[in-house]
C-alpha cells in the first residue's frame, strides 16, 4: 500500500506549531499525517491509524476526579478524543497517545488519573523542558521494550497529570525514578501505546523514532488485515539483526 494515513489531534489553539514536527515524525516512519482539531470533520474510516497529541489538562468530568484549581481544560477536545479513542479500538484501528494523548488512551478505556502527580510522586524529578532531562525504565517484557529496548531512556516533560489507575486491558510500560506511569500500552490488539513524554521533539533520536514507526507498522498491518502486534515485532527483529 502506499503510505498508511494517522489521523493526529491536536489543539485549535496551538496544534498548528506542533502539528508540522509530528506529521515529519509521521514521514519519517513511512506514514503521512492529516490534523484533526474539535469543531471540524474527524473521521475514522478515512483513516489507518490516529496519534492523540498533547496539549491541556483532561477534565476529571471523563472519570470522577476532584478539578484543582491549576487545570486548563478543552471540554471540546476531550469529547473528541474519547470518541476517537474508542471509535479506533471499534474499528480495530491503532493508536499512539502522546503526553495528553497517553492519559486520554487511559481514561477513555476506565482509567482514572493523578491531577497533581508531582504531588503524589514526589520523588519524582520535575522538569519543564522539550529537552531530554528526565530518565526513565522501561519494563520488561512489554511493547516499548520491543520497540526502543530495556536501556533506560531519556525523555523530555510537559506535564502535570499522570496514569493513576489502569484502563482495561492496559499494561504499564514505563515509569521514572520516582515511579511515576510514563508510558502504558495495550496488552492486545489493536496495537495502542501512550507515552508522557513528546517523541515528536526528539526526532533526530533512533529509539524516539521507532515509536512513530511502531504506529505506522501497526497502521499498514492493519489495513492489510494482519496481526498488529505481530507486524511491530517482526520488523523490530528485521531492524535489530
Not at 498533547?54 to 471540554?75: F, K, N
Not at 479513542?85 to 499512539?96: G, T
Request: proline share 4%.
Amino acid at each position: 500500500m502506499s503510505r498508511p494515513l494517522i489521523g493526529v489531534t491536536t489543539s485549535r489553539r496551538s496544534g498548528w506549531r506542533i502539528f508540522p514536527l509530528v506529521a515529519l515524525n509521521v514521514w519519517l516512519a513511512g506514514g503521512r499525517a492529516t490534523r484533526w482539531v474539535a469543531g471540524r470533520d474527524a473521521d475514522i474510516d478515512r483513516v489507518d491509524g490516529i496519534i492523540i497529541g498533547g496539549g491541556d489538562d483532561i477534565s476529571p468530568d471523563l472519570y470522577g476526579g476532584r478539578l484543582v484549581t491549576s487545570a486548563r481544560l478543552d471540554p471540546d477536545r476531550d469529547a473528541l478524543e474519547r470518541r476517537l479513542v474508542c471509535a479506533a479500538f471499534e474499528h480495530d484501528k491503532p493508536v499512539l497517545g502522546i503526553c495528553r494523548g497517553s492519559q486520554m488512551l487511559n481514561v477513555a478505556l476506565g482509567g482514572t488519573l493523578h491531577q497533581d502527580a508531582y504531588g503524589v510522586y514526589t520523588a519524582s524529578k520535575r522538569v519543564w523542558t522539550i529537552l531530554p532531562r528526565k530518565t526513565v525504565k522501561i519494563c520488561a517484557e512489554t511493547r516499548l521494550a520491543g520497540v526502543s529496548g530495556l536501556k533506560p531512556m531519556q525523555i523530555n516533560a510537559l506535564h502535570s497529570q499522570a496514569v493513576d489507575t489502569l484502563g482495561a486491558g492496559l499494561q504499564v510500560a514505563a515509569r521514572d525514578l520516582g515511579g511515576m506511569v510514563q508510558a502504558v500500552e495495550r496488552i492486545a490488539d489493536p496495537f495502542a501505546l501512550g507515552v508522557q513524554w513528546h517523541p515528536e521533539h526528539l526526532f533526530y533520536a533512533r529509539r524516539q523514532r521507532a515509536i512513530f514507526r511502531a504506529l505506522v507498522t501497526a497502521a499498514r498491518a492493519r489495513h492489510e488485515h494482519r496481526g498488529q502486534i505481530e507486524d511491530v515485532r517482526r520488523e523490530v527483529e528485521m531492524v535489530t539483526e
